[in-house]
């Protein structure tokens, strides 16, 4: 059965103050890793497709990176509008998302 | 471009009434997606359409839940009756490539309170 763990369940910040989300996954047959960024109230947003080992992708302060058994969300110099909970995903040769329970991120100023 | 839309916001009912939620996925995506969110965790897929057709309700309660997609657009989930423990937000997603596309697009969710 697919696992997804996310750590730490949740982080503070101060602002610029750089650190990493982890997501520790075993699943049969890869097809892709998804982050979203939840905010308070509203749905899950889309923000990285990872799909092999080594590959990277990078948006504004985020740096996504994965290997065969993780993948970590790198937050660079973290502002207050950071602040959200992060939720990792894995697809695997079925169709559904296989969620982790997220990590509650809180950046201050 | 206009995201998937969900309706109601929120609802409030008490437990063994029933309750419907809709979803209008974004337009042109042939698979919609049904997952429940209970607080403090991450969505759990309920059910998914491949256009009109059904690929995946293997977690759904079907005993109390139901949901359909008509003309392959629009969709309902229903609970009845309900129960405490549906509590939760229910967000829709949808997906443009057949076959459960990459890139899934989530609703701004419904958020049940069941008493």
């Known amino acids: 059965e697919d696992q997804v763990t996310q750590s730490p369940e949740a982080l503070r910040l101060q602002e610029g103050e750089s650190s990493s989300l982890n997501c520790s996954y075993t699943?049969?047959?890869?097809?892709?890793l998804f982050w979203y960024r939840q905010d308070p109230g509203k749905g899950p947003e889309f923000l990285f497709t990872?799909?092999?080992a080594g590959e990277e992708k990078e948006k504004e302060r985020l740096k996504a990176t994965l290997t065969k058994k993780e993948s970590f969300l790198h937050i660079t110099a973290p502002k207050p509008e950071d602040s959200a909970t992060y939720l990792c995903?894995?697809?695997?040769?079925?169709?559904?998302?296989?969620f982790g329970k997220g990590t509650s991120l809180l950046v201050t100023p | 471009e206009a995201g998937v839309a969900q309706s109601p916001r929120y609802k409030i009912i008490e437990k063994r009434q029933s309750v419907a939620f809709w979803c209008n996925p974004i337009?042109?995506?042939?698979?919609l997606y049904w997952y429940q969110q209970i607080l403090g965790q991450g969505p759990k897929l309920l059910i998914q359409?491949?256009?009109?057709?059904?690929?995946?309700d293997s977690q759904l309660p079907k005993d109390r839940f139901s949901a359909e997609r008509l003309k392959g657009v629009d969709s309902t989930l229903k609970i009845q009756p309900a129960k405490l423990e549906d509590s939760a937000v229910y967000l829709c997603?949808?997906?443009?490539?057949?076959?459960?596309?990459?890139?899934?697009?989530f609703g701004p969710g419904t958020r049940l309170t069941v008493l």
């Open positions: 997603a949808s997906s443009f490539r057949e076959l459960g596309g990459d890139t899934q697009y």
């Open positions: 699943v049969s047959g890869l097809r892709g």
């Open positions: 990872l799909y092999s």
């Open positions: 995903a894995v697809k695997n040769s079925g169709y559904a998302l296989n």
């Open positions: 337009s042109g995506h042939a698979t």
């Open positions: 359409f491949q256009n009109n057709g059904v690929v995946d």
